[in-house]
């Protein structure tokens, strides 16, 4: 199916623009997968991703996902309560910037608090980098709190553009049935 998407693209340029989500008291281990782990890798992908249509790496096979994972670059940072996952982020140093490439919640954990810390844990990660600047792209696939939670947090806007993009017809989904 072909639909127009919009993305929007932002950025933080100084580490003092970063405003932390007020401690919720939500209990939030977060602690990087430091060995690259393609299972790993493909499920934090698929339980986040599929509601928002995050397609573009399904067809990675296990060695490309071990390639992708294996890269000095990329850092893979994991929200876990009580033992169990709860969302993750990915990011990538490219040059002087850090991009926060992937961010989100496995959809048991939305809307009770833990975006927030995510988000400001792995903006205080990127920053610890010592990047020129952070960014990040969201779209209209995405929850819809994604660019609040965004901007909330720091980032501002700096160039948006829509294109026709083809999603798969197939529903993009963690395993068969997960969407009843």
Not at 118 to 144: G, K, Y
Not at 154 to 170: C, L, N, S
Request: with cysteine; proline share 6%; charged share 25%.
């Amino acid at each position: 199916m072909e639909r127009d998407v919009t993305t929007t693209y932002l950025e933080m340029t100084r580490r003092q623009q970063l405003r932390p989500a007020e401690r919720s008291g939500v209990d939030l281990q977060v602690l990087q997968a430091e060995l690259p782990c393609p299972e790993l890798g493909r499920f934090l992908y698929t339980a986040v991703g599929w509601k928002w249509s995050w397609y573009g790496r399904l067809s990675w096979t296990f060695a490309r996902w071990l390639e992708h994972l294996s890269r000095p670059e990329i850092e893979i940072w994991v929200g876990y309560v009580r033992g169990t996952p709860a969302g993750y982020f990915e990011l990538e140093r490219q040059g002087s910037d850090v991009e926060l490439a992937y961010f989100g919640l496995l959809p048991a954990f939305v809307g009770k608090g833990f975006g927030g810390t995510l988000l400001t844990a792995a903006l205080e990660r990127a920053w610890e980098l010592n990047p020129s600047r952070l960014w990040v792209h969201t779209c209209d696939l995405d929850h819809p709190a994604a660019r609040k939670n965004y901007e909330a947090r720091g980032f501002r806007a700096y160039r948006t553009e829509t294109k026709v993009e083809t999603i798969p017809d197939a529903e993009c989904e963690p395993w068969p049935g997960a969407h009843g």
